[in-house]
């Protein structure tokens, strides 16, 4: 199964000065089976903010080794319909949060993540979470 990484994830793992260790390794092993999936507006999550040229370059460097998933006019729509779902429901997110959801269930990904708002999401979408147990 692949596996498409959230930035939360990727973050705790790039940006923090000291790594979440155990996040780390599970990201490593994910990347050495080849299964990790990036698309454009996480790529741009964690690129933004990154405001020493330095430090922008590098993490720009690391990034290039995955190469953008398509994301199709169907994945939009279906984002925009997880939107109106989820408010329906009760459930506040972002477009992108939700264009994740929607990525993931048209490709059959999972999704690793460090935001709990992806549970809720779980509750009325169906997406599937990564899990390493």
């Given at each position: 199964?692949?596996?498409?990484?959230?930035?939360?994830?990727?973050?705790?793992?790039?940006?923090?000065?000291?790594?979440?260790?155990?996040?780390?390794?599970?990201l490593s092993l994910l990347i050495e089976e080849f299964?990790?999936?990036?698309?454009?507006?996480?790529?741009?999550?964690?690129?933004?903010?990154?405001?020493?040229q330095t430090h922008f370059d590098h993490l720009k460097?690391?990034?290039?080794?995955?190469?953008?998933?398509?994301?199709?006019?169907?994945?939009?729509?279906?984002?925009?319909?997880?939107?109106?779902?989820?408010?329906?429901?009760?459930?506040?997110?972002?477009?992108?949060?939700?264009?994740?959801?929607?990525?993931?269930?048209?490709?059959?990904?999972e999704i690793l993540t460090l935001d709990k708002d992806?549970?809720?999401?779980?509750?009325?979408?169906?997406?599937?979470?990564?899990?390493?147990?």
């Amino acid at each position: 199964m692949r596996v498409l990484v959230d930035t939360s994830f990727w973050s705790s793992v790039l940006r923090r000065k000291s790594p979440e260790e155990n996040n780390a390794r599970l990201l490593s092993l994910l990347i050495e089976e080849f299964k990790v999936v990036m698309i454009g507006p996480i790529r741009q999550e964690l690129l933004s903010g990154v405001t020493k040229q330095t430090h922008f370059d590098h993490l720009k460097s690391q990034l290039t080794e995955f190469p953008n998933y398509a994301i199709e006019t169907e994945d939009y729509e279906l984002a925009a319909h997880y939107y109106n779902l989820g408010r329906e429901n009760g459930i506040q997110g972002s477009h992108i949060d939700y264009l994740i959801c929607a990525v993931s269930v048209a490709n059959d990904l999972e999704i690793l993540t460090l935001d709990k708002d992806f549970k809720n999401y779980q509750n009325v979408l169906p997406i599937k979470l990564y899990s390493s147990s």
